[in-house]
Structures are given as structure tokens and as C-alpha cells.
């Protein structure tokens, strides 16, 4: 979503509207649907308490320091120990050199509608000395007199590559001051290395090729750039960073090196035995928010035990990882005159690599190369961490004791020991390994169950139970249009990271074809046979069956004729239907939202609350949505207002100075749902004391490519971690009554032309088991339980839920088709298949390409915009579009009255059923 842009709207437009999707009917309280025979007063309501959530805080500060508790328990869970000679952790009064822009200069979190509140961080130095360590005052004092003087990598403004920078912005070690460099002699240096991202841009994979481009107008030569080398890019070391790296390991006892990155880097020169760069211990510490440094220092200081895992897998070389060749700027230059809001051409990227994904493409070559068919591949040197890696102070025995299978479940049992001499906690993984015939692609190692454990004290055990389902271990096969399950052996193994075997069980498993959704029991069908065919027939697509004749080579702009693509503008007429009859609308018949409240989305009074609504009403609200909507008097719904950032209220909606969080990268790295459930809670609270309802998080898209800018607001390469998480944060929020807005649903994987006509080809398999997983999961398993007073009595009941009540759709297009108009994608898999039921907003859109009336007809009810900026619906007055709103105002209202924006009200009118 945009920034200033956005600002300069809610500036113009102020709080306007809000909106909300919805799947199909669903079954009522007993099964079935209900006769509503007619509507009655309430009558007295007197003494009925309508305080339906409560903020766990007495006020807003309060919340805030809440929230900064549970920020620091975040990062402390969150960092990894990548490695370390002994020298972690710091006995309390060692003298620390903390050198590197990075130090001084922390990314606190990103830049975008993710922007925190880093106006009172904690800085490294304060958090140091907080911890018991002592900080070389002469290097701290003179790096932060100088290093404002290097410029560092910025976004500039959202989508405009004009104002887009690459520079490391590392002060060069040929600039440190003789007396800085002698302050050195007996401390430990502490260097920090930094890669800022942001929204609207990737990171760079050739600097000298970004530079010599001439497309930014801020990222020109200087001295920095003069030293960049053929095919160097952005997430390796540059010159000044080895140079200082090389100095501080002479000049000092030991070298910690702390990553405040929120992606992968190429990080082989700091672990390399011996080399001038490696470093005693280095700590992946992502992007920690406003207070998450005083946890990094107490991880220096041993005083946490630190129990992250990686939620990526670390490449040794960037540009060796499959989706390297098939990401970026790939244009379709015969595209012309083809909307103009923002260019007139079309972009393209192409998932070649399928399902081979981050450790899913590492994992399966190791195996293939064992086995003889992947000559040349050799993990040990193609991984520097692999998936779900981490160290520890303390050392932990693992045991699989059991794997059971009753049904359509399997049961797996592990111990775990704290061998050590400190508490720790572990994470306990499960994967799964499905045979291989050719018939559909299929990772050799999928990660199918995690848990965290609680801190075991030296010496004591923790016996941890998982479960996954039978169906989780098939594939999706497009010759069938169903989910496969092939006869054979599948290894279920316990793995202390991706590709470390502790214990292995074998399942023999018959052949299941599973053609009914897993939730609703309805029927599954290929969705997206379009794009898999261009996919098929225009690219070479991964194979296991031979990786190294089928790998990606570098993607050419190619012509849109030559793969059979034709862009039109989207016609709303044509989408009318004349044997459409209008609804009834502005009935009198006494409803008001709060009556509604609790009850199924299909129950039948509904009906007569929709009968209510003025077609200028609902046009208003789902086409003005701007953090909010306005008041609808006719229907008792009240005025709306939401909030943005997965790490925490953003300062473009609220400046009133609220928690920053942890970038969900870091999040991810925590494999723990729990800490990420009242992460949901600690910013519920702060919603729900700041009067909002809605909240533009979590994120959740793949890090297809470590070059993608907005990596640090999304998980993990992976879609179960990424989903589980997810799941978790929304569920927190959900007890505030405050409606999650998951996204950007889906395929919105680079930040490279993502408003310029981005088409995104993927095959069908790839797109269900990767990149929609993360919203299937917290759409299926998400659950909260909403309070309401029964309409006859005043008792408060509760009704058990689905907490997912919101998505967001994205700016790319799936296929041909922009993602928020793409039926498929918003309705046929996300509603008749999963079940949603709440409703779908559009990405911020200052675009003309995300047209209201194809958005409302795919199934994206409401419009996150203004039309004073992107203009009124082409067609707003035809039955078939007056339907289509009502049903989009249903699914919307639904979410409103679930939710805290009726905090306070009782219901007056109640149906009467047969």
C-alpha cells in the first residue's frame, strides 16, 4: 500500500469508508436456516451490559509500554545465533566497541504502510549498557558524528523508481581517526550490518547495473559506487564492510556481528574458518522495532538464552537460488495504450521454479544428488544455514518416540532434553517426504508440524505432541483438478533444522485423489487453468525430474503476442445482466446493525436489515475506503476507523505514538504462536483504546527472493510458519473485536513494477501449496468467539467463529487478470471452496487498472480508495450492479457488527422465526 500518497488522500478525503467480504450461506445454530416470520421491539433493555470487549490497559500509554513488554519477548524469541566460538555470551562488564553504520543507524523496521514509531528507539548503546556491558565511548561518539554523512539505501517516494537509492552507506574504515582505531585494543567489537528496505522497491541485484540504468535520479556515483564490482548486488558484503570487518578482528579480542537485516544475505565470508572476515559469534537480530535492541543485548549478555530459528534458508550464493533469473523488471514492450494511471505498458514475472521454493529447491537437490541424478550439486556449499536453523547456549537432546496414524490424522510424539548447562527452549519440527514418480512435482522435504517448547531448565524434558492431517502430505495435481495422494512410502522425519535427520518413521500410504475442500466439504477444481498453460507453454517450468536441464535461465522481455497475451480495459456493461432485478432498497422496516449482532451471516434477518439500505449509501461506503467509513444512519451502523502496519499501528494513520513491533520477519523466526497470539492482543489493545476496528496486518506473502523490499513484513519462504503465525496474531486481535485485513492475497511477491500492470505466472500447483497456503491456513483454523446479548433476554451469549473476516487483495494480476478482479482467486477458491465469509478491500489504489465494478463482480467488495482521487463506478445504478453492492454490503456489515465498532450498543429489534 502507498505512503505519501496515501497521507496526501486521507488528508483530502479524511476518514471515509470501509468495507467487508463474504462467502456463501452458512449454516445456522442447529444446521439449518431459520423462517423469519416477522421483526419485533426488544422492549426494556435496562441494566443489559453492551460492553462487549475491554481493553486489558486503563489507557493508552499503558497499552503502549504493555505492547513494548511484549516486543521485547518477541525479539527475544526471534533471534538466531547463526554462530558462535564461545565468545557469546558477554560476561557483564566487558567493554564493546559497537562500530558499523549499522550501529549507530539501526533499521528499526521498514519503510511504508509498515512505518513504525522510532522516534523514541532505544539505541544500541543505551540498550548495551542496559545489559551490564560497557561501550567504548570513543568509537560510539565519533561514528555518530560521521556516518549521516554516507548515504544509505531509501524508497524514496512509493513506486516512483526515480527516487529509489542502493547504497550500503558503510563508513569506510580508511575514515576512522587513529585515536578510534587504538580505542579499539582490548575490547570486543560489535559490528552491525544493515539493509534498509521498504515498500515499493526490491533490493538491488546488480548495483552497477541500478546505477548505470540512469532511472533514479538520487542513486548516482560517489565515492562508494566507484568501488562496486561485476554482478555484486545488494545482500553481499561491499568493500568498506570487508575492510572493516578485517580491521576489527585484528583490533579487537573478539568480532560479534550482529545482522540487522529482515532477508537473506551472502554471509559465507563471516563463517569462513580462518578467513579475514569471520567473525567469533554472528546473531541475525532482523529489524527489531522500538525497543527490541534492550533483547539484543540481554542475548549478548546471556541473560536470554536465544531460541530463534531461521525462517528462510541461507543461501551461499544469491544468485544461484532458482527464482534469481525470473525476478525484477521483464517487460512486454508491445503493450501499449493499456490504462495510463501509471504507464500504459505491462510487466510480467514467471515462477519457473514451481513448487521449489527456499529449502524446498535446496532439500530436493540434496536428495537427487545423492541419488545420483543432480550431478555437481553440493549442499554444504550451495547452504550456509539451512530452514528452521539456530544455536543455543545450551545444548538439547531430541528424540522421536512415536509417529501413529488413526484416520485421516497422524500423531507424532518427540522428546526433547536440555543436555546443557543453562535453560533454553528448542523448536521441534516435523516434516514430511512423499515418493517421487514423475506424476506431480513434489518437494523432497515439506515441513508439516512445529511447536516451541517452554524453557527447560538444565537437565529436564519436555515431551512434545503434533498432528498434521493424512491430505497434508498430497499435491496438487492440475491433470486431476484435486488434491494427490500417490501409494507409497512417506517418511515422516523429526529434524532439528531442514535437513538434519533426528529419527524417521514410514507411513505406507494408498493412493486418495481428495476432490472436496478440506473445511467445507466442497468441491475442488483447477482455478487458474490459464496461467498454468502459459506457464507450460511458454516457459521451461522445474522440473525434479531433471534440475539441472530444466533450471531457470535469465527471463528476456518478450512480446505479449508471442505468448498469446491480450490486455483489454475492463467493460462494466458488458458484465450487466438484464434479466437482473433491482433489490428492494430504502425500506422502513426498524433494523439496526446491532441487532444483527451474533448472528450467522446467512440468518434471515439480514433481509430485511439489507431492504434498508439507499444504493447512493452503499456506493458511498465501499467506493470511499480510506482507514474507515462513514456513518450509514439507515442501517444504525456506525462510523469506522482502522489502522495499518503489521508491526504495529503505522504513523501514517496514527501519530499518537504507538508500540513499534519487530518486523514479522523476525516474528517468523520466533516459531512460536504463542508469543504471536499476544503480539495480536498487545495491538488489539492499542486499536481498541485508539477507537479503531480494523487493522491492515498481518502480511503474508512468500519470500519468493531475498530481493524482495517488503520481505521484512511478510514470514517465511515457508506457507505452514508463515499461516500458523498468522493465524495466531489474528486470532489476538479478535478478542479487541478488531477484524484482521490478511494480505495481499496473493502472489504478491515483488514490490518491481507491482502497480505497473505486474503479471504474475504461476503454475496452479504453485499457487495453492505456496503462495495461497498462508490464507487457507488462518481462514480454516483461525477461531474467536464473539459476545452478544440475547434479543429476548439481555444474557450475553457467545457464538463461536471464524476470526478471518477481512483480506486484501493485491496490485499484481494473476494471470491476465489484476488480483482484485480475478473471480477465481477472490471468490471460487477463497469463498466456495475455503468458506470465507467476511469480505475483501482492495490494496490502497490510486490506480484506474483496479476498476470498481470488476472488483465488486470477482468478489473484492470494497475499494481502498477515494473517489475524489480515482473517480465514481462506471456502472453503480443497474440491477445487477445495485445486487452486487447490497451483497457486498452484507458481507462488510457482517464483519462491523462482529466486531468492537459496536462496543457499547443493545440490540432493539429481534426476529421472529417460525
Known amino acids: 500500500m502507498g505512503t505519501t500518497t496515501r497521507r496526501s488522500a486521507i488528508a483530502l478525503a479524511g476518514l471515509a469508508l470501509a468495507g467487508l467480504a463474504a462467502c456463501e450461506a452458512q449454516a445456522g445454530d442447529d444446521g439449518g436456516r431459520r423462517e423469519l416470520t416477522g421483526v419485533e421491539s426488544v422492549g426494556d433493555t435496562t441494566g443489559w451490559d453492551a460492553t462487549y470487549y475491554e481493553s486489558s490497559c486503563a489507557s493508552t500509554e499503558e497499552a503502549r509500554a504493555a505492547g513494548e513488554a511484549v516486543a521485547e519477548e518477541v525479539e527475544a524469541g526471534g533471534v538466531v545465533l547463526l554462530a558462535n566460538d564461545g565468545t557469546l555470551p558477554l560476561a557483564p562488564g566487558t567493554t564493546v566497541s559497537l562500530l558499523g553504520r549499522g550501529a549507530v543507524d539501526v533499521v528499526y523496521g521498514g519503510t511504508g504502510a509498515a512505518l513504525i514509531d522510532s522516534s523514541s528507539a532505544v539505541d544500541l548503546r543505551a540498550a548495551a549498557e542496559g545489559a551490564g556491558l560497557v561501550v567504548n565511548a570513543t568509537a560510539w561518539e565519533w561514528l555518530s558524528s560521521v556516518a549521516p554523512d554516507y548515504p544509505r539505501a531509501t524508497v524514496g517516494a512509493l513506486d516512483r523508481p526515480e527516487t529509489v537509492s542502493h547504497y550500503l552507506g558503510e563508513v569506510p574504515w580508511g575514515s576512522y581517526p587513529q585515536e578510534v582505531r587504538a580505542s579499539l585494543a582490548g575490547t570486543v567489537g560489535v559490528v552491525v550490518l544493515s539493509r534498509p528496505s521498504g515498500e515499493g522497491a526490491d533490493l538491488s541485484q546488480d548495483l552497477l547495473a541500478s546505477l548505470e540504468s540512469g532511472v533514479s535520479e538520487t542513486f548516482v556515483a560517489n565515492a562508494e559506487t566507484a568501488r562496486y564490482e561485476e554482478g555484486q548486488h545488494q545482500l553481499e558484503l561491499c568493500a568498506e564492510e570487508r575492510e572493516l570487518l578485517a580491521a576489527a578482528r585484528e583490533a579487537c579480542d573478539a568480532l560479534v556481528v550482529l545482522l540487522n537485516v529482515a532477508t537473506t544475505m551472502e554471509v559465507g565470508p563471516l563463517v569462513e574458518p580462518g578467513g579475514p572476515c569471520a567473525a567469533s559469534a554472528l546473531v541475525e537480530i532482523g529489524f527489531p522495532g522500538a525497543v527490541g535492541l534492550r533483547s539484543v543485548a540481554r542475548v549478548?549478555?546471556?541473560?536470554?538464552?536465544?531460541?530463534?530459528?531461521?525462517?528462510?534458508?541461507?543461501?551461499?550464493?544469491?544468485?544461484?537460488?532458482?527464482?534469481?533469473?525470473?525476478?525484477?523488471?521483464?517487460?512486454?514492450?508491445?503493450?501499449?495504450?493499456?490504462?495510463?494511471?501509471?504507464?500504459?505498458?505491462?510487466?510480467?514475472?514467471?515462477?519457473?521454479?514451481?513448487?521449489?521454493?527456499?529449502?524446498?529447491?535446496?532439500?530436493?537437490?540434496?536428495?537427487?544428488?545423492?541419488?545420483?541424478?543432480?550431478?555437481?550439486?553440493?549442499?554444504?556449499?550451495?547452504?550456509?544455514?539451512?530452514?528452521?536453523?539456530?544455536?543455543?547456549?545450551?545444548?538439547?537432546?531430541?528424540?522421536?518416540?512415536?509417529?501413529?496414524?488413526?484416520?485421516?490424522?497422524?500423531?507424532?510424539?518427540?522428546?526433547?532434553?536440555?543436555?546443557?548447562?543453562?535453560?533454553?527452549?528448542?523448536?521441534?519440527?516435523?516434516?514430511?517426504?512423499?515418493?517421487?514418480?514423475?506424476?506431480?512435482?513434489?518437494?523432497?522435504?515439506?515441513?508439516?508440524?512445529?511447536?516451541?517448547?517452554?524453557?527447560?531448565?538444565?537437565?529436564?524434558s519436555e515431551e512434545v505432541g503434533l498432528s498434521f492431517a493424512v491430505r497434508d502430505l498430497a499435491s496438487w495435481s492440475s491433470d486431476r483438478g484435486a488434491w494427490l495422494l500417490e501409494a507409497g512410502s512417506y517418511e515422516v522425519s523429526l529434524r532439528s533444522d531442514s535437513h538434519t535427520v533426528v529419527g524417521v518413521r514410514t507411513l505406507e500410504l494408498g493412493e486418495t485423489v481428495y476432490d472436496t475442500d478440506s473445511a467445507t466439504g466442497a468441491s475442488v477444481a483447477n482455478r487458474f487453468d490459464d496461467v498454468t498453460d502459459y506457464l507450460e507453454t511458454h516457459c521451461t517450468p522445474l522440473t525434479r525430474a531433471d534440475f539441472a536441464g530444466t533450471f531457470p535461465t535469465r527471463a528476456e522481455d518478450r512480446t505479449a503476442a508471442s505468448v498469446d497475451v491480450a490486455l483489454e480495459e475492463y467493460d462494466a456493461l458488458s458484465a450487466v445482466n438484464p434479466d437482473d432485478e433491482m433489490p428492494t432498497t430504502r425500506a422502513k422496516n426498524g433494523l439496526s446493525l446491532i441487532d444483527l449482532r451474533g448472528l450467522p451471516y446467512d440468518d434471515p434477518l439480514w433481509e430485511p436489515l439489507l431492504d434498508q439500505l439507499h444504493p447512493n449509501a452503499m456506493n458511498l461506503v465501499l467506493n470511499n475506503h480510506s482507514y474507515g467509513s462513514v456513518s450509514v444512519p439507515s442501517v444504525g451502523k456506525p462510523e469506522v476507523r482502522e489502522g495499518d502496519g503489521p508491526a504495529g499501528i503505522s504513523v501514517y494513520v496514527s501519530e499518537a505514538g504507538h508500540c513499534g513491533y519487530p518486523s514479522e520477519y523476525l516474528v517468523a523466526q520466533t516459531w512460536d504462536a504463542g508469543l504471536a497470539r499476544a503480539m495480536g492482543e498487545a495491538i488489539g489493545d492499542e486499536l481498541l483504546l485508539a477507537g479503531m476496528s480494523g487493522w491492515c496486518a498481518p502480511a503474508m506473502n512468500c519470500h519468493r527472493s531475498p530481493f524482495g523490499g517488503r520481505n521484512f513484513e511478510y514470514y517465511s519462504e515457508d506457507p505452514l510458519l508463515a499461516g500458523t503465525l498468522a493465524a495466531a496474531e489474528v486470532e489476538g486481535a479478535f478478542t479487541r473485536g478488531v477484524y484482521a485485513q490478511i494480505k495481499h492475497f496473493a502472489l504478491n511477491d515483488q514490490d518491481t513494477n507491482r502497480c505497473a500492470h505486474l503479471l504474475t505466472w504461476a503454475s496452479e500447483q504453485a499457487i495453492r501449496e505456496i503462495y495461497c497456503r498462508p490464507f487457507e491456513i488462518v481462514v480454516k483454523t483461525a477461531r474467536g468467539s464473539v459476545p452478544y446479548l440475547d434479543a429476548a433476554t439481555g444474557e450475553r451469549r457467545e457464538r463461536e467463529v471464524g476470526a478471518a473476516k477481512a483480506v486484501m487483495s493485491s496490485y499484481n494480476y494473476v494471470g491476465a487478470t489484476w488480483a482484485g478482479g480475478s473471480r477465481a482467486l477472490c471468490t471460487e477458491l477463497l469463498r466456495d471452496e475455503w468458506g470465507f465469509d467476511g469480505y475483501v478491500?482492495?490494496?490502497?489504489?490510486?490506480?484506474?487498472?483496479?476498476?470498481?465494478?470488476?472488483?465488486?463482480?470477482?468478489?473484492?467488495?470494497?475499494n481502498f480508495t477515494t473517489t475524489a482521487t480515482t473517480g465514481e463506478m462506471a456502472d453503480a445504478e443497474s440491477a445487477t450492479a445495485v445486487r452486487a453492492m447490497r451483497q457486498a454490503m452484507h458481507r462488510y456489515l457482517y464483519a462491523i457488527a462482529n466486531s468492537n465498532a459496536v462496543n457499547g450498543q443493545v440490540p432493539g429489534m429481534r426476529g421472529v422465526y417460525a
Not at 320 to 339: E, L, Q, R
Not at 346 to 371: L, W
Not at 412 to 429: C, E, I, P, S
Not at 841 to 862: E, F, H, R
Open 300 to 460: 549478548l549478555t546471556g541473560e536470554v538464552n536465544p531460541s530463534g530459528r531461521t525462517c528462510d534458508l541461507w543461501a551461499s550464493d544469491l544468485s544461484a537460488t532458482p527464482s534469481f533469473m525470473n525476478f525484477g523488471d521483464h517487460t512486454y514492450p508491445d503493450v501499449t495504450d493499456y490504462y495510463t494511471s501509471i504507464g500504459s505498458g505491462a510487466h510480467f514475472v514467471e515462477y519457473e521454479e514451481g513448487v521449489y521454493v527456499g529449502y524446498r529447491y535446496y532439500e530436493t537437490a540434496a536428495a537427487e544428488a545423492a541419488a545420483g541424478r543432480y550431478e555437481g550439486f553440493d549442499y554444504d556449499a550451495a547452504v550456509t544455514f539451512p530452514f528452521g536453523y539456530g544455536l543455543s547456549y545450551t545444548t538439547f537432546e531430541r528424540e522421536l518416540l512415536e509417529v501413529t496414524r488413526e484416520g485421516e490424522e497422524v500423531s507424532v510424539r518427540a522428546r526433547v532434553t536440555n543436555a546443557g548447562q543453562v535453560a533454553g527452549r528448542d523448536v521441534v519440527q516435523v516434516y514430511g517426504s512423499a515418493p517421487y514418480t514423475g506424476a506431480v512435482e513434489k518437494s523432497a522435504v515439506v515441513l508439516l508440524a512445529f511447536a516451541k517448547t517452554a524453557e527447560l531448565a538444565p537437565g529436564a
Open 841 to 862: 478491500i482492495s490494496d490502497w489504489s490510486l490506480y484506474d487498472y483496479t476498476d470498481k465494478n470488476q472488483a465488486i463482480y470477482a468478489g473484492t467488495d470494497v
